[in-house]
């Protein structure tokens, strides 16, 4: 079983940046991909992100590509996702989402993939 807590969230103006944090239980954290996903209001969950157990491939979303960077500590068992030249259109609670890993990192921008997931944090983003 493995826990999750994001953090880090809040208001931003555009071109602004913010840092998400993602705290997981259990000692099998390294045995996960993990990604992060955001639903605004009205819509359905996205892929934003996604990076393999070990930490050395990460795949994004066309959307946050150049903008947006994932990273992890297998040693601290956290995930962060550093957002930079933020728009009103990445206004959207973000989610976290732990995958066992067993296919390829494009697979995992699929919600299906993910067993766990965090209670989400809010990104508002103002113009």
């Known amino acids: 079983q493995v826990q999750l807590v994001e953090s880090g969230g809040g208001l931003v103006q555009a071109g602004g940046s913010l840092t998400l944090s993602c705290a997981a239980s259990?000692?099998?954290?390294?045995?996960?991909?993990m990604g992060w996903f955001r639903q605004a209001p009205g819509k359905e969950r996205e892929f934003v992100a996604a990076?393999?157990?070990?930490?050395?491939?990460?795949s994004y979303a066309d959307s946050v590509k150049g903008r947006f960077t994932i990273s992890r500590d297998n040693a601290k068992n956290t995930v962060n996702l550093q957002m930079n030249s933020l728009k009103p259109e990445d206004t959207a609670v973000y989610y976290c989402?732990?995958?066992?890993w067993g296919a390829g990192l494009s697979s995992y921008s699929s919600t299906q993939l993910y067993t766990y997931w965090g209670q989400g944090t809010q990104v508002t983003v103002s113009s």
């Open positions: 990076v393999s157990r070990s930490g050395g491939s990460s």
């Open positions: 989402g732990a995958g066992p």
């Open positions: 259990g000692r099998t954290f390294s045995s996960y991909a």
